[in-house]
């Protein structure tokens, strides 16, 4: 594979896992399960969710009250080949528990996770795979 075709994968891939959290954060029903392959799972919080169904339902669960917002960075694509990549990076997850309609409080960042995500190329284009992390700092203040 040449370098442009690289570099392109890894653009790919990047935006693939950024437009998923920017759905994730938007709360749109089923949008965020639309970035993973059919049989994808994502470990939530310590919780495997198998399937787009499944991870759409977990996702539906969340508290309305809740607003969210997920900074990613350090994004880093390492290309397998020219169908399956995998993508690290770190997430600043900021919270408000009381949030209702309104914008949310903006305080301190509740946790850093170091996550990892596999994509494969479908026909469709890229889909993930499998997606989970580890939370790397915590406030414990914050519930």
């Not at 310590?46 to 499944?54: F, K, N």
């Not at 996702?59 to 917002?69: H, K, M, W, Y």
């Amino acid at each position: 594979m040449d370098d442009d075709a690289r570099r392109g994968i890894e653009w790919d891939a990047t935006r693939h896992v950024l437009r998923f959290y920017r759905a994730l954060d938007e709360r749109t029903p089923g949008s965020s399960a639309a970035y993973f392959d059919e049989h994808g799972t994502w470990e939530r919080m310590g919780t495997p969710h198998h399937g787009r169904a499944a991870i759409d339902a977990a996702l539906a669960a969340r508290d309305p009250q809740l607003a969210i917002r997920h900074v990613v960075s350090n994004l880093v694509a390492d290309v397998e080949d020219a169908d399956h990549v995998t993508v690290t990076s770190y997430v600043t997850v900021f919270l408000d528990r009381d949030a209702g309609e309104g914008p949310g409080r903006l305080a301190a960042p509740k946790s850093i996770w170091a996550n990892t995500t596999t994509l494969v190329r479908r026909e469709a284009g890229w889909r993930i795979t499998r997606h989970g992390g580890r939370i790397v700092m915590t406030r414990p203040d914050i519930a």
